[in-house]
């Protein structure tokens, strides 16, 4: 059973426009969510976090949204860069002394020039 | 400041024989934990180990694995008798004593292909 899910499989944009990456969670025991950006043969690279407690959290071109009731979180990139092409994988934590984190399989973003 | 180093970055090994997996995690940091990347899924936790402990092993195979992280050195994941379902990308990572927040920073990865 998958407590977190990326339903997209792929993205594709145009380098300048805003890239729009979903994740979907099912265990109400999740506390804290992070992104991880990871290029081919290389490990995950953090890329920003927001706790359940806050909406919202901004890091430059990126920006993470969550809303809990639908159990729901987003990463907005504005504006996308051909550099961000990347497989994004978007995790969740219980929180607590809890420290595993459960990953979705990840979205492929392909930003083009 | 050196991230966290994996090694072998490439392993192959044979139907039966044993792998060993090294991490050696970011000056400072005390935590380590072990993922499993199977083809076109996401990292599946493994194991999360301090110092001379094994906190939390809720997702090692029953059986063939093992993991520590001695006092000295590095952590350590032993695979043995491997099998052709085994292959993977396995990715350990670590985070410091005490983190109020729960990133995790990330080794480039051990490739282990069974033949």
């Known amino acids: 059973d998958q407590q977190v899910k990326q339903n997209s499989p792929s993205l594709s944009v145009q380098e300048g426009r805003i890239s729009i990456l979903n994740c979907d969670y099912t265990n109400s025991m999740f506390d804290y969510f992070l992104w991880y950006k990871k290029y081919p043969a290389e490990g995950p690279t953090f890329l920003i976090s927001i706790s359940s407690i806050k909406d919202k959290n901004e890091d430059g071109r990126f920006t993470v949204f969550l809303n809990k009731s639908a159990k729901h979180l987003s990463l907005h990139i504005v504006p996308s860069q051909p550099g961000d092409s990347a497989v994004y994988f978007c995790a969740a934590s219980e929180g607590g002394s809890n420290y595993k984190l459960t990953f979705g399989k990840g979205t492929l973003l392909t930003v083009n020039p | 400041n050196a991230g966290v180093m994996q090694n072998p970055r490439h392993l192959v090994r044979r139907r039966g024989q044993e792998a060993r997996l090294r991490c050696s995690p970011m000056?400072?940091?005390?935590?380590v934990y072990w993922y499993r990347q199977l083809p076109e899924e996401g990292l599946k936790f493994m194991v999360y180990?301090?110092?001379?402990?094994?906190?939390?092993e809720s997702g090692m195979p029953k059986e063939r694995f093992s993991a520590e992280f001695p006092k000295e050195g590095p952590s350590i994941l032993r695979i043995q008798q491997v099998v052709r379902g085994d292959s993977a990308a396995y990715f350990c990572a670590s985070s410091p004593l005490g983190a109020s927040s729960y990133e995790q920073y990330f080794g480039p990865g051990t490739r282990l292909t069974v033949t």
């Open positions: 000056k400072g940091h005390s935590h």
């Open positions: 180990l301090q110092k001379e402990n094994i906190i939390d």
